[in-house]
C-alpha cells in the first residue's frame, strides 16, 4: 500500500540555523509533490509545489527538493525564525484531474530564540 | 492568491443532530472540492472528493449516507454529517482544486466539530 513517511514528528533547531524536512514514499508514483504549514487548529497552508521532472524549487527562505530515483524530498528553511514554528505537511498528487493528495503525518518543527 | 472559506468554524452539537459545513472558494473556480478530518496530532484523513454536478466519490470506509456531500456549483461544497455522534468530533477542512491550475489544491480553514 502506498505509504508517505515525514522524517520525525518534531524537530527543534535554534534561530537563524536551516531547518532540513524529509519526506519520503513507498509503493507511489507521484506527478508532483507539495508541502503545506499547518497551524493548530488551522487548515493547511500551501507552500511550494515541485514537479516530477524537477529536482530543485525555491521560494524566499524556503527551498525543496525532489528526487524520484530516492522517493525522497527535503524541505529546507534556511534563517529560520522563530515564527516558522509550525507542523510542515508533505503531499504527492498523481496530477490527474481530480485525483485528491496523500498526506504525509508531518514534521513540528519548533525553532527557539 | 486563491482562498478558500468553511462556515462554520466551530460547532457543537447534540447526538442525533445533523450538521451542515459550507466550503466555499471565493475568487477561482473549482470543479474538485476535496473533504478531509482531521484527529489531533494525525494526518488529514480523505473522506470524499466531490466533483461538481456529480456524486461524490467516497473512500473506504467513510459511510456516504451518514457524511452527504453536495457539491452544487463551482464555488460551493456542503458536507452534512447526519445523526452525528461523539465519535464524528473531529476537524474537518475543505480543499478545492482551481479549474485552471490542475496541481495545487487550497484548503479552507476547518470546522471543529464536538458532539456531545
Known amino acids: 500500500s502506498q505509504k508517505i513517511e515525514q522524517n520525525s514528528e518534531a524537530l527543534n533547531i535554534q534561530e537563524g540555523k536551516t531547518a532540513t524536512l524529509t519526506c519520503n514514499y513507498t509503493?507511489?508514483?507521484?506527478?508532483?509533490l507539495q508541502w503545506y504549514r499547518q497551524d493548530p487548529g488551522r487548515g493547511p497552508v500551501f507552500l511550494l509545489l515541485?514537479?516530477?521532472?524537477?529536482k530543485e524549487k525555491r521560494k524566499e527562505r524556503l527551498k525543496v527538493t525532489f528526487d524520484t530515483t530516492l522517493k525522497q524530498s527535503l524541505f529546507h528553511i534556511t534563517a529560520s525564525q522563530p515564527a516558522d514554528s509550525a507542523t510542515y505537511l508533505c503531499?504527492?498528487?498523481?496530477?490527474?484531474?481530480?485525483?485528491?493528495?496523500?498526506f504525509g503525518k508531518g514534521t513540528t518543527l519548533s525553532v527557539s530564540s | 492568491g486563491a482562498v478558500v472559506s468553511q462556515h462554520p468554524s466551530r460547532v457543537i452539537c447534540k447526538s442525533g443532530t445533523s450538521v451542515k459545513i459550507e466550503c466555499r472558494s471565493l475568487d477561482f473556480q473549482a470543479t474538485t472540492m476535496f473533504w478531509y478530518r482531521q484527529f489531533p496530532k494525525k494526518s488529514l484523513m480523505l473522506m470524499a472528493t466531490?466533483?461538481?454536478?456529480?456524486?461524490?466519490?467516497?473512500e473506504q470506509g467513510v459511510e456516504k449516507d451518514k457524511f452527504l456531500i453536495n457539491h452544487a456549483s463551482l464555488t460551493l461544497s456542503t458536507l452534512t454529517v447526519t445523526s452525528a455522534h461523539p465519535e464524528d468530533s473531529s476537524f474537518y477542512i475543505c480543499?478545492?482544486?482551481?479549474?485552471?491550475?490542475?496541481?495545487?489544491?487550497?484548503f479552507g480553514p476547518g470546522t471543529r466539530l464536538t458532539v456531545t
Open positions: 509503493n507511489y508514483s507521484p506527478a508532483y
Open positions: 466531490s466533483n461538481e454536478g456529480s456524486k461524490a466519490t467516497y
Open positions: 515541485i514537479r516530477e521532472n524537477e
Open positions: 480543499s478545492a482544486r482551481d479549474r485552471d491550475l490542475a496541481s495545487e489544491q487550497y
Open positions: 503531499a504527492l498528487g498523481r496530477g490527474q484531474a481530480g485525483t485528491a493528495l496523500i
